[in-house]
């Protein structure tokens, strides 16, 4: 029986979906290299993270259709991800980040982003941080 147990929770365990271990109190120091073109303000206009406009305000990230920021112009390939309905989560934001053209092209979107910054460590933890500001709390 008890072997039977521990055969279930392995793979319960392999069959769990995978989630980011980032710490968002390490993210939160590590969003400084992103504040430069990214803000983080709320719907009624909190700002949380003053920072530049060059990219999308980021609240809310985790969670939302990719490429959906009203009034920011988006390149071809989140427009793509935008019209796929892609939904970020916090594993594939980490990604995202790490090489931005990489990973849209690994997703079959067109390899054109206005982001040419490439976060080389932590992307875990800023995706984690960002996810403290979206109405999955962090789960997704």
Known sequence: MKTLLTATASLLALAAPAFAEGDAAKGEKEFNKCKSCHMIETDDGETIVRGGRTGPNLYGIVGRVAGTVDGFRYGKGLEAAAEAEFVWTEEEMA??????RKWLDGQGFPNQSKM????????????AYL??????????
Do not use: C, I, N, W
């Open 95 to 100: 990604e995202y980040m790490t090489d931005p």
């Open 116 to 127: 040419t910054f490439k976060l080389r460590k932590g992307q875990e933890d800023v995706a």
């Open 131 to 140: 996810a403290t500001f979206s109405e999955t709390d962090g789960e997704g």
